[in-house]
């Protein structure tokens, strides 16, 4: 597993992995986001004028999160100071629309998993985070298999998707809070 940190000015940290999984289970991955039952109408932002821009969304349990196999003993070691708070994947298209949003209001941390097993970069589709005064620092490229871990208190939504896209993007999220803060 390859591992790289990126800082914001802020000092907010977006850790990136790629290689985290192997061929086989992100086949399985793939499959199991494509077979899940999506809705529409989800919303990027708690801003009510704009909720009426939506994306595909499929909100998993923990049953289906125990079935989806997100297992990598040394990514799981990087995160056992924390504890799945909420869990669903994204289905995005060049109509998707995302706004800038924070995840979290506390010390959570937000995972992404790209679950897509063919990207062509040219598509778009990265994530983009900003630093505390809103200004857009770092760009991760949406690349298959990558595993990108975030300070949920930073401000990112994923960038445009082009036309040319014959796929959806499939982002499977993440949302952990510390173990050891009382809810």
């Not at 899940?36 to 595909?56: C, E, H, P, V």
């Not at 125990?66 to 799945?84: A, G, R, S």
């Not at 900003?130 to 200004?135: F, L, P, R, V």
Request: with cysteine; proline share 3%; aromatic share 16%.
């Amino acid at each position: 597993m390859k591992h790289k940190r990126m800082t914001t000015s802020s000092g907010r940290f977006v850790d990136i992995y790629d290689d985290v999984f192997p061929s086989h289970l992100r086949q399985y991955h793939i499959n199991f986001v494509q077979e899940s039952m999506y809705r529409l109408g989800g919303a990027s932002s708690d801003i009510t004028w704009q909720r009426n821009k939506t994306f595909f969304s499929s909100i998993y349990t923990k049953e289906n999160f125990d079935n989806f196999q997100f297992i990598n003993d040394e990514l799981l070691l990087k995160l056992q100071d924390f504890k799945v708070e909420n869990c669903w994947v994204l289905a995005s298209s060049p109509l998707s629309t995302y706004y800038f949003h924070t995840d979290s209001s506390d010390n959570g941390i937000t995972l992404l998993y790209y679950v897509n097993t063919r990207w062509d970069r040219d598509w778009g589709g990265e994530t983009l985070f900003t630093n505390d005064e809103g200004e857009c620092e770092v760009a991760v490229e949406y690349k298959p298999g990558r595993v990108v871990v975030f300070d949920s208190l930073i401000e990112h939504k994923p960038s445009s998707i082009s036309m040319e896209a014959d796929e959806f993007r499939f982002t499977f999220v993440i949302q952990m809070s510390p173990k050891n803060e009382s809810n």
